[in-house]
């Protein structure tokens, strides 16, 4: 029981910087960072027809789209979540890990508004 209990605890440990991972960093081919400060992060994001990124994590924001595309968003637990949106349209997103991928057949491009924690100083 206590070694069942140790592996649980280890791959929690695993799992947690796994929810975390940064796209600009894990997949740099699709985001790029455009500006940053304390109080907001925005990521250019782009994806050929039918690009998959990797599973990763975002903060609440949000995504502008600069084309119309479509996007199919997997969760951890397996759910899929799709997304449709036209060119000049703004929609908030939940906080959290996902994996998406362009599902249309043109390129899709968006900007990503990330919101930081208040630091306070309003």
Same mark, same amino acid.
């Given at each position: 029981m206590r070694t069942a209990s140790m592996l649980l605890a280890l791959v929690l440990l695993a799992v947690g910087p796994a929810l975390a991972q940064d796209p +600009?960093?894990? #997949?740099? #081919?699709?985001y790029? %960072? +455009?500006?940053?400060?304390? #109080? +907001?992060? *925005?990521?250019?994001?782009?994806?050929?027809?039918h690009e998959k990124?990797?599973?990763?994590y975002h903060p609440?924001? *949000?995504? *502008?789209?600069?084309t119309n595309g479509k996007t199919r968003f997997t969760l951890l637990d397996g759910q899929t979540v799709e997304i449709e949106?036209?060119?000049h349209e703004a929609i908030w997103t939940e906080a959290?890990?996902? %994996?998406p991928q362009n599902i249309g057949d043109q390129p %899709?491009? *968006?900007i990503l508004v990330e919101?930081?924690?208040s630091s306070g100083s309003n």
């Open positions: +600009v960093e894990v #997949d740099s #081919d699709h790029r %960072l +455009v500006f940053e400060n304390d #109080d +907001v992060r *925005v990521l250019r994001i782009s994806y050929g027809p990124s990797v599973m990763h609440a924001g *949000v995504v *502008v789209f600069l949106g036209n060119a959290g890990p996902h %994996l %899709l491009e *968006v919101v930081k924690a």
